[in-house]
């Protein structure tokens, strides 16, 4: 399936001179979402991973069915602030900004090992803060599930040596 004819450009969003990647055309099309997820579940039905971690907000969209699919925990990454229970916190830089993300301290155990799902990696800010949170807590970053790779930005260098597994590169 052609998944970049359902991603659209839209330029100059969130600030100037970025241009998003949207991906509810993807979301809006039953087959494309589902392409999608069978995708990642081809991917990672071996079994060696023991949670899919979902990164806020556009991650959980494909994090959850995938979980689903695998019969997986979903365990959320969410902005500092939102998550109700005791978290750890990572902060880090982002290509228009700075943010932090946190987990819930008794989400992830020693030794698990832990699938990252996110829906685009750009300079890997985000996701290598998801690896951090996941690493604090005594998991092992298993690899790294992704839509969109922009190869440009070298995120993948970020997040070495970890697997990065990518449907879509600009």
């Given at each position: 399936m052609d998944l970049k004819s359902y991603i659209r450009d839209v330029p100059d969003f969130p600030v100037p001179e970025i241009m998003f990647k949207?991906?509810?055309?993807?979301?809006?099309?039953?087959?494309?979402?589902l392409y999608v997820i069978e995708s990642f579940a081809?991917?990672?039905?071996?079994?060696?991973i023991d949670l899919i971690v979902g990164v806020e907000a556009r991650g959980f969209l494909f994090a959850a069915p995938?979980?689903?699919?695998?019969?997986?925990?979903?365990?959320?990454?969410r902005k500092k602030g939102k998550l109700p229970a005791?978290?750890?916190s990572v902060s880090y830089a982002l290509e228009y900004g700075?943010?932090?993300?946190?987990?819930h301290i008794d989400a992830i155990g020693p030794g698990q090992k832990i699938l990252i799902v996110d829906d685009l990696l750009a300079t890997g800010g985000t996701l290598a803060a998801a690896?951090?949170?996941?690493?604090?807590?005594?998991?092992?970053?298993?690899?790294?599930?992704?839509l969109i790779e922009l190869t440009a930005l070298e995120g993948r260098a970020r997040l070495a040596p970890h697997?990065?597994?990518?449907?879509?590169?600009?």
């Open positions: 949207d991906i509810t055309p993807v979301l809006k099309e039953p087959a494309a979402l081809e991917r990672y039905a071996d079994g060696l995938l979980a689903l699919r695998l019969g997986k925990p979903l365990i959320p990454v005791d978290t750890i700075e943010a932090s993300v946190e987990v690896a951090g949170l996941v690493e604090q807590a005594g998991g092992e970053v298993a690899g790294f599930a992704v697997d990065l597994f990518s449907l879509v590169q600009y």
